[in-house]
């Protein structure tokens, strides 16, 4: 397997540059125009941690989501994707975009811990168990999230404040990408790649999850969804023709079965 070309989704799809730029554009434009928006919400300290909520109207206490963008835990923010909140939010399920620091500022691990602070934060707002939805870095952000044993930071947190998972795109194994130059930056040992990889670790009891992928993406992001979805007694699905930045485009449309099947999820969940 050439893991670089497997896992350097930038080389695989050469016309990325104008979809993130769309990204940036739509994005900018939905915050400007959504009425029920908290915008830059402190979950931490630092600059980036911070979240943008969405909610379907006025109040607090609408099931809730929490969106976690990609760029392999090096790139962009949550500015790119407020839009990503537009299908959701058609079906009452309040959504938060969250930024994170990036590599190499600080660690993977640090980046795990800042997650789990948002949703501590939302939770703590809401008062709703979380669906978290991820692409890419976020679909293994999503992962980590789900595993994370919540009784061990606080005793009054319920045992699965994250009890849904939507990762899209995610990567699950990490060891795979030591060899890339996409690791260069994450500066991680082998112990330490195995020890953050939500393939290796027990599924969460009842849990929901579905992980997608798209159908025009490497085929080891294919693998590593299916896999990861076995691993966990979740469900898998490849959205065909899609590539590994195309594949989000369903959430931002309130009619796309993703969205539909995303929306019950959040309900359940919370």
């Known amino acids: 397997m050439d893991a670089q070309a497997e896992y350097d989704n930038r080389a695989m799809v050469p016309e990325h540059p104008g979809i993130i730029a769309g990204w940036a554009a739509d994005a900018a434009a939905f915050r400007a125009a959504w009425p029920e928006v908290e915008l830059g919400l402190a979950y931490g300290p630092g600059e980036r941690e911070k979240l943008d909520l969405f909610r379907p109207g006025p109040g607090e206490s609408w099931p809730t989501a929490l969106f976690i963008h990609g760029g392999y835990w090096q790139a962009l923010d949550r500015s790119f994707f407020s839009h990503m909140a537009r299908g959701l939010l058609a079906h009452g399920v309040a959504v938060a975009v969250a930024s994170y620091d990036l590599c190499p500022q600080v660690t993977l691990a640090r980046i795990v811990e800042q997650m ?155």
């Open 116 to 270: 789990r602070a948002a949703a501590v934060l939302l939770h703590r707002r809401t008062g709703r168990r979380l669906l978290a939805a991820g692409h890419s870095a976020g679909g293994h952000l999503t992962a980590m999230l789900m595993a994370t044993d919540w009784r061990a930071r606080h005793p009054a947190l319920p045992a699965d404040l994250v009890p849904a998972g939507l990762p899209i795109s995610g990567v699950f194994e990490l060891p795979p990408l030591l060899p890339t130059t996409i690791a260069t930056a994450l500066r991680l040992t082998e112990r330490e790649a195995a020890a953050l990889s939500p393939r290796l670790m027990p599924p969460p009891p009842r849990a929901a999850l579905h992980a997608v992928v798209g159908g025009a993406e490497s085929a080891e992001f294919r693998r590593q969804t299916r896999d990861f979805a076995a691993a966990w007694g979740g469900t898998a699905e490849e959205l065909p023709g899609l590539s590994h930045f195309t594949v989000l485009a369903p959430l931002a449309d309130p009619a796309s079965p993703l969205v539909t099947r995303a929306a019950s999820m959040a309900l359940a969940a919370g």
